[in-house]
Nanobody, 125 residues
Framework: QVQPVESGGGSVQAGGSLRLSCKVSELTTYCMAWFRQAPGKEREGVAVFWPSYGSTIYSDSVKGRFTISLDNAKNTLYLQMDTLKPEDTAMYYC????????????????????WGQGTQVTVSS
């Protein structure tokens, strides 16, 4: 099974924190990312991580508040979310790639082949 599996979503008050987890196949860890989609909005990239290079990219809306990381031993990708805002409310998805193929137009130019089912994050004011 190579489909990522997310967990850790829930409801929290504005200003609070949550940590999302994504169990990924060790075969699909070249490029990993978190996306989110709110009702009526397009899906947007939140953060991307390349373990081979230790490189990360964050969207401007979450930079300084969210942190993406990988536990190599557990093959688990995390998204630490601090100082949450109501605007962060969305379904969060984990995506991964097993290829270094660059796809222009994609977030981080990664060839996201595997997607999780999503985990809901709700931030109340």
């Amino acid at each position: 099974q190579v489909q990522p599996v997310e967990s850790g979503g829930g409801s929290v008050q504005a200003g609070g924190s949550l940590r999302l987890s994504c169990k990924v196949s060790e075969l699909t860890t070249y490029c990993m990312a978190w996306f989110r989609q709110a009702p009526g909005k397009e899906r947007e990239g939140v953060a991307v991580f390349w373990p081979s290079y230790g490189s990360t990219i964050y969207s401007d809306s979450v930079k300084g508040r969210f942190t993406i990381s990988l536990d190599n031993a557990k093959n688990t990708l995390y998204l630490q979310m601090d100082t949450l805002k109501p605007e962060d409310t969305a379904m969060y998805y984990c995506a991964s790639s097993n290829s270094r193929l660059a796809v222009e137009g994609n977030f981080g130019r990664c060839n996201y082949k595997y997607w999780g089912q999503g985990t809901q994050v709700t931030v109340s004011s």
